[in-house]
């Protein structure tokens, strides 16, 4: 079964950190895709970033220069290293993947910046 696992989420104080885990139950090595998306309260999803297998990578200009994807293939993770938080990063934040041709999502994780 394809699975993936958000973590990392919480409350933080607005210029405060975060980092998001997103383990994935096969190996990544092979997984075209992976990234981060978002939805706020009222909002559409949104591409946050994301990180193919040749390890390029795509920023939403909103989070560009503060968030960093970055991927461990050992250990089958995708990371999203949040810093500078805003009030408007405040959403469900939720684990993408492309493997084999599917798209996969994670059940997500909530981030609440507090201004």
């Known amino acids: 079964q394809v699975q993936l696992v958000e973590s990392g989420g919480g409350l933080v104080q607005a210029g405060g950190s975060l980092r998001l885990s997103c383990a994935f139950s096969?190996?990544?090595?092979?997984?075209?895709?992976m990234g981060w998306y978002r939805q706020a309260p009222g909002k559409q999803r949104e591409m946050v970033s994301i990180?193919?297998?040749?390890?390029?990578?795509n920023y939403a200009n909103s989070v560009k220069g503060r968030f960093t994807i970055s991927r461990d293939n050992a250990k089958n993770t995708v990371y999203l290293q949040m810093n500078s938080l805003k009030s408007e990063d405040t959403a469900v934040y939720y684990c993408?993947?492309?493997?084999?041709?599917?798209?996969?999502w994670g059940q997500g994780t909530q981030v609440t910046v507090s201004s």
């Open positions: 993408y993947a492309i493997f084999r041709g599917s798209a996969y």
């Open positions: 990180i193919t297998s040749g390890d390029s990578t």
């Open positions: 096969r190996g990544i090595s092979s997984v075209n895709v």
